[in-house]
Nanobody, 124 residues
Framework: QVRLEETGGDSVQIGGSMRLSCKVS????????LAWFRQGLEKSREEVAI?????????KVADSVKGRFTISRDNAQNTLYLQMNDLKPEDTATYFC????????????????WGQGTQVTVSS
C-alpha cells in the first residue's frame, strides 16, 4: 500500500519560516518524481515545486514562491521536503505532496499518488 504523509504544517507570522516533510512508503522512492501542491480556501490547486528522481538534480519552482521555497529529497529516509522562508499571507493553504513515475515537469496535476495534506497558516 502506497502512503504519503505530510507533516510540519503550522501557524506562523509573516516573514517566518517552516519546513514541510512528506514521508513516503510503499514505492521505490528514488525512482519517483515528487511534487508539492497547495490549495487555499476557495482557490484552485496550485503546483508549488517539483523534483526529479534519483539525486533530484533538476527542480521546478512556481514563480509565486521562487527565491523563498526550496524542494529537496532524502532517498535514504524516503522523505520529501519543502523549506519555506519569508512566508506571506498568500502562502496560507493546505499543502499536498504527490508522487509519480515518468515525465516530471509536464504533467500538471495528473499525479498517481497524493497525501492528505497539511495546513499552513501565515498571519500578522
Amino acid at each position: 500500500q502506497v502512503r504519503l504523509e505530510e507533516t510540519g504544517g503550522d501557524s506562523v507570522q509573516i516573514g517566518g519560516s517552516m519546513r514541510l516533510s512528506c514521508k513516503v512508503s510503499g514505492i521505490t522512492f528514488s525512482r519517483y518524481c515528487l511534487a508539492w501542491f497547495r490549495q487555499g480556501l476557495e482557490k484552485s490547486r496550485e503546483e508549488v515545486a517539483i523534483i526529479d528522481p534519483e539525486r533530484g538534480r533538476k527542480t521546478k519552482v512556481a514563480d509565486s514562491v521562487k527565491g523563498r521555497f526550496t524542494i529537496s529529497r532524502d532517498n535514504a529516509q524516503n522523505t520529501l521536503y519543502l523549506q519555506m522562508n519569508d512566508l506571506k499571507p498568500e502562502d496560507t493553504a493546505t499543502y499536498f505532496c504527490a508522487a509519480d513515475v515518468g515525465a516530471c515537469f509536464q504533467r500538471g496535476d495528473r499525479w498517481q499518488y497524493w497525501g492528505q495534506g497539511t495546513q499552513v497558516t501565515v498571519s500578522s
